[in-house]
């Protein structure tokens, strides 16, 4: 089953990115189903999925189900261009061949899924972990440095990007510990001061540099706990 997966996923990346010039995707973003490059692109999918399925004619109703599919995605997608956040729609498209993906698999090798997985102690201790790190850390994170002010001074700083930063760097620190790779997380602090060197030279006092310093040791504080904690509940189920 994951070896058929594997197959038809290097297919999409083929089609997708490797073989899609930016000129074919501003051709189809402007002429939609008029543009040439429409076919070509689903051409490309079909060769790709016979190539690397070895011209195994037995699955040729999943090529044909996937090659259909992503044409009418993609002109789902071309239509919706204008009207829905590209963000978005990216994601969704994705998510979409994805979907098709394992629904071809599925076909072939059947996969029978229990809810009892989703109920499965090591499961749910993953998802509590991530959600430990993410958003409850962030909201420790603020009622503990609730108690310093500095000035406001967003002008140079993207929106909420200093919240995404400190729940990436969560939990790469977490992802760290249960690898049992304590470097990787001296390697994270290490980039992280290279980054961060140019707000600490341009700040006249000692403020900032002592809030940074106290919120990297809390952010780091909470993970490091709670990647200690899931590998010693995991060890003890």
Not at 65 to 80: A, N
Not at 107 to 122: A, C, G, M, Q, R
Not at 145 to 165: F, P, R, T, V
């Amino acid at each position: 089953m994951i070896a058929l997966f594997i197959k038809l996923f290097l297919a999409h990346l083929i089609g997708d990115f490797l073989l899609q010039p930016t000129k074919w995707v501003i051709d189809k973003e402007e002429r939609k189903l008029k543009s040439k490059y429409l076919y070509f692109h689903i051409a490309i999918h079909f060769t790709a999925l016979l190539v690397v399925l070895q011209f195994n004619f037995s699955y040729i109703w999943g090529v044909i189900i996937i090659t259909l599919s992503h044409f009418i995605i993609d002109t789902l997608k071309l239509y919706l261009n204008t009207t829905v956040n590209s963000r978005w729609l990216f994601s969704l498209d994705q998510l979409a061949h994805l979907i098709i993906l394992a629904f071809v698999v599925s076909i072939y090798e059947p996969l029978s899924i229990s809810i009892d997985t989703f109920y499965n102690t090591t499961f749910l201790l993953v998802i509590c972990s991530i959600i430990f790190v993410t958003v409850v850390s962030s909201v420790i994170m603020k009622i503990i440095i609730s108690k310093w002010q500095l000035e406001d001074n967003n002008e140079a700083s993207l929106k909420d990007a200093g919240a995404y930063i400190g729940m990436l760097e969560r939990l790469f620190v977490f992802l760290f510990i249960v690898m049992n790779f304590w470097a990787g997380i001296g390697f994270l602090i290490t980039a992280k001061s290279v980054f961060r060197f140019g707000d600490l030279s341009k700040a006249k006092d000692r403020k900032l540099t002592e809030y940074i310093l106290i919120g990297t040791l809390i952010s780091f504080g909470l993970a490091i706990s709670c990647g200690l904690v899931f590998n010693y509940i995991l060890i003890h189920i």
